[in-house]
């Protein structure tokens, strides 16, 4: 059965880094990152293509959040940096096997993680 595992949530305060971790045990054509924060709309975080390594990001993070592959393009991270109090959410890692469509769009994403919480802070 094919999934996604996240890891590398924690507690931090603000301007503080941490690194998400998501395995997959299968091959995609883009992977992401969401997040949800309680009472909010699950929002994209950042996107990576596969095959070419092509990042984008949320204005919000721009700058700030780093999305990689490593070399057997099955496990993406995402350094956050300089971390903020509204970056508290449950982040969830999502892979799509498929291309067309806009990478921030949640109905292109054909399996979720189970989420890793993240919280800063002030």
């Known amino acids: 059965q094919v999934q996604l595992m996240e890891s590398g949530g924690g507690s931090v305060q603000a301007e503080g880094s941490l690194r998400l971790s998501c395995v997959s045990y299968g091959l995609w054509f883009g992977m992401a990152w969401f997040r949800q924060a309680p009472g909010k709309d699950r929002e994209a975080v950042a996107h990576i293509y596969t095959k070419s390594g092509h990042a984008a990001y949320a204005d919000s993070v721009q700058g700030r959040f780093l999305v990689s592959l490593d070399d057997a393009k099955t496990t993406v991270y995402l350094q956050m940096n300089s971390l903020k109090p509204e970056d508290t959410a449950m982040y969830y890692c999502?892979?799509?096997?498929?291309?067309?469509?806009?990478?921030?769009?949640?109905?292109?994403?054909?399996?979720w993680g189970q989420g890793t919480q993240v919280t800063v802070s002030a």
């Open positions: 999502a892979a799509r096997d498929r291309s067309g469509g806009l990478w921030y769009d949640r109905s292109q994403y054909t399996l």
